[in-house]
């Protein structure tokens, strides 16, 4: 089945211009992440959301940042007031998890690469 | 708080050798989720090898095992017949079996080793 795609896939800003990323989960995946990658650096938590309930978003760095999952499927992580330390990779993940074993695995998509200028 | 860390930034192999890459990682919790993910230059995340901390059988998949030794919290993995499609960052991943605030199963990482396969 299709995985979790994420667009756009490269997004140049200017600073103090408003972005919005989007993320596709995987059809039916209760679970879904937004992670910010800075480069040479491992995944950080941005927030978590189970179905359409934003439940953590305790690693968003800013009120410039904003996340949303309307209707349990698609999520779109807008950013506020570009500025120069948000340049990063935005990488999307959901999982199924049902309760059952090892449904809490998480896919990723393939990242929104942001620079801001 | 539960940390990961990776202390080979790079490491390279001659196809078809095996080589070994390191992760520790600390957290007072008993019953955990260890991860490898992998990622290619085209920067999707793959997962490569899951261990449950309650299991003492250490995880295999096909050519890629792990070496878990939770005493010394390290969670090293193995990639034996290295291929040239193996070069990639590779990510050491922490996930607290019990879910935290917010019912939350966030993924912990380290820094990232990258590891090239020469032909």
């Known amino acids: 089945g299709a995985g979790v795609s994420q667009s756009p896939r490269y997004k140049v800003a200017k600073r103090g211009q408003d972005v919005a990323l989007r993320c596709d989960p995987i059809?039916?995946?209760?679970?879904l992440f937004w992670y910010q990658q800075a480069l040479g650096q491992g995944p950080e938590f941005l927030t978590y959301?189970?179905?359409?309930?934003?439940?953590?978003k305790s690693g968003l760095p800013s009120d410039r940042f904003f996340a949303e999952r309307p209707e349990g499927s698609v999520s779109t992580l807008k950013i506020q007031r570009t500025q120069q330390e948000d340049s990063a990779v935005y990488l999307c993940?959901?999982?199924?998890?049902?309760?059952?074993?090892?449904?809490?695995?998480?896919?990723f998509g393939p990242g929104t690469r942001l620079t801001v200028l | 708080a539960q940390t990961v860390t990776q202390s080979q930034p790079e490491m390279s192999v001659q196809e078809a050798e095996t080589v070994t890459l390191s992760c520790t990682y600390d957290?007072?919790?008993?019953?955990?989720?260890l991860f490898w993910y992998k990622q290619p230059p085209s920067r999707q995340m793959i997962l490569v090898i899951r261990?449950?901390?309650?299991k003492q059988q250490n995880a295999t998949e096909n050519r890629f095992s792990v070496n878990f030794q939770k005493a010394a919290k390290s969670f090293s993995l193995k990639i034996s017949d290295s291929q040239l499609g193996d070069t990639a960052m590779y990510f050491c991943?922490?996930?607290?079996?019990?879910?935290?605030?917010?019912?939350?199963?966030?993924?912990?990482w380290g820094l990232g080793t990258s590891l090239a396969v020469n032909p």
């Open positions: 991943a922490f996930m607290n079996l019990l879910r935290n605030a917010g019912n939350n199963r966030k993924l912990i």
């Open positions: 957290t007072s919790e008993n019953n955990y989720y």
């Open positions: 261990q449950e901390a309650y």
């Open positions: 059809s039916g995946h209760v679970s």
């Open positions: 959301f189970q179905n359409e309930a934003q439940l953590d």
């Open positions: 993940a959901s999982s199924l998890d049902d309760g059952r074993p090892r449904t809490d695995t998480q896919y």
